[in-house]
Structures are given as structure tokens and as C-alpha cells.
């Protein structure tokens, strides 16, 4: 089992920045990639960032590229998401998740609320 704790999401002025954490707990020796994935009211959720398990390969969401950057510490068994230049559309609940053989793990959603 995997538990994952999201923090670091507020109330930011467009063109600004915050920083997303993700703590991981429990078998975290059978994780592979990690992710960020979010939702916003009345949408999908969507896939916002991944990387694997080394920290070697990244992959964006095209409305993310070039603002957001995701990152991890193995030894801290944490993830991040550092957001640039937020526009209001970036508005969203966002979920940490963690994938190992057979299994997906996703934390409790952090509110990002980004005011034009």
C-alpha cells in the first residue's frame, strides 16, 4: 500500500507561482512513475505531468509546457510540481499519483485557485 499527500495549492494572482508537494508513504520501493493529474469543475480529470522512476523522463500536457515542472526525491519518497505563470485556466483540484505493478495511487486533491 501507498498513501500520497498532496500540499502547497492556494489562492495566486495570474502570472504567478506556486509549488505543489506530494508526500508518499508506505511501500514506496514499488513505485514506479509519478504523476500530477488535475480537475476542474464540470471537466475530466486530466493528466497534467509524469516521471519515472529515476527522474530521467518527464512528459507534459501541452497546456503545461514550458510553465509547469514536475520533479522527485526518491530518498525524500516525495514529488513536486513547481507551476509558473499560472493563468486562470490552470484553476483546478490537483491529484498526486503513484503507479506501481498492477496498482495506481492517487492523494486527496490540493485546490489551486489562480484570480485573473
Known amino acids: 500500500q501507498v498513501q500520497l499527500v498532496e500540499s502547497g495549492g492556494g489562492l495566486v494572482q495570474a502570472v504567478g507561482s506556486l509549488r505543489l508537494s506530494c508526500a508518499a508513504s508506505?511501500?514506496?520501493?514499488?513505485?514506479?512513475?509519478m504523476g500530477w493529474h488535475r480537475q476542474a469543475p464540470g471537466k475530466q480529470r486530466e493528466l497534467v505531468a509524469t516521471?519515472?522512476?529515476?527522474?530521467?523522463?518527464?512528459n507534459y500536457a501541452d497546456s503545461v509546457k514550458g510553465r509547469f515542472t514536475i520533479s522527485r526525491d526518491n530518498t525524500k519518497k516525495m514529488v513536486y510540481l513547481q507551476m509558473n505563470s499560472l493563468k486562470p485556466e490552470d484553476t483546478a483540484v490537483y491529484y498526486c499519483?503513484?503507479?506501481?505493478?498492477?496498482?495506481?495511487?492517487w492523494g486527496q486533491g490540493t485546490q489551486v485557485t489562480v484570480s485573473s
Open positions: 499519483q503513484a503507479q506501481s505493478i498492477g496498482r495506481v495511487y
Open positions: 508506505g511501500s514506496f520501493f514499488s513505485i514506479n512513475d
Open positions: 516521471i519515472t522512476r529515476g527522474g530521467g523522463g518527464t
